[in-house]
Every structure is written in C-alpha cells, then in structure tokens.
C-alpha cells in the first residue's frame, strides 16, 4: 500500500525495522527537550502529515521498551488517525514512573502501525443468536 506523506521534522521517514515489524516508529520533533514529571501528559509532535487511503487507520501504539523501562506509555492507546485527518501527527505520551523522563528530539516515542477497517451498518433486531459464552463478561471465561 502506498501512503503519501509530508517530512517536516528532521528525522528520516519511519520505517519498519525488519520484515515481519508490524509498526514503525514515531520519533519526536523537538525544538526543545520535554521533561515529563510522573503522572504528566504532553502532546509531543512527529513532524509528519499523511493522508491514508479510506478504509485504512494509522494505530499509534506504545513502545514496549519506553513502557517496560521507563513507566511512559501512549495515554489513549491505541490512538486513532483516521483516514480523513491531514494535520501534524501528534502522540500523547503520560509518565506513569515514579521519575522525570526527558525527551529528546529524534526519540522513538511511538508506534505507527496501518490497519484496514470496515464500516458497520447496524441491524436493528430484537433478539441476538445464542452462544457458550452467552453473556458472560469480565472475566467470565477465567482468570
């Protein structure tokens, strides 16, 4: 799939880093440092503007290593870019250490990862078919 794009930041185009990558990186393009104290939030820009063929989303997602490592995450994972978006990509990153983390321009913050979707059409009805699992919810099917 062919996706256009515009490069403002100073970072070369996100890539994936091997064959079977389902993500790409997002870095952030910084004119300065961002400390993000514990539980803060920022919207931290990519530099980067893309216009997705209908029916596809761009999911950005956490990286394992930044969440893992460092307690900061993406605050409304995944996030949503739908196909009718042309403003700058923007990632809310929240610091859930117990630390400041500081991030510098040129991290990798984030994932990009471009799905297709389809579009639901209700059926209004006044009974669903039948299931095992019926409607057996949270933690219904054990721990």
Do not use: C
């Not at 990862?113 to 219904?140: C, M, P, Q, Y």
């Amino acid at each position: 799939m062919k996706i256009n794009i515009i490069n403002k930041s100073k970072h070369f185009l996100p890539h994936y880093e091997t064959l079977a990558s389902a993500g790409m990186d997002l870095r952030a393009n910084l004119d300065e440092v961002i400390i993000l104290k514990p539980m803060q939030r920022a919207i931290v820009k990519t530099g980067l503007f893309i216009a997705l063929p209908v029916g596809t989303e761009a999911q950005v997602r956490p990286r394992s290593g930044l969440a893992a490592k460092n307690g900061v995450t993406v605050l409304n994972s995944p996030g949503t870019i739908d196909a009718d978006y042309r403003g700058e990509i923007g990632v809310i990153l929240i610091n859930l250490s117990l630390k400041n983390f500081t991030i510098n321009d040129g991290e990798r913050i984030a994932q990009l990862v471009i799905a297709k979707h389809e579009r639901a059409e209700w059926r209004e009805v006044t009974e669903l078919d039948n299931t095992e699992r019926g409607a057996g919810g949270f933690g219904s099917t054990g721990v």
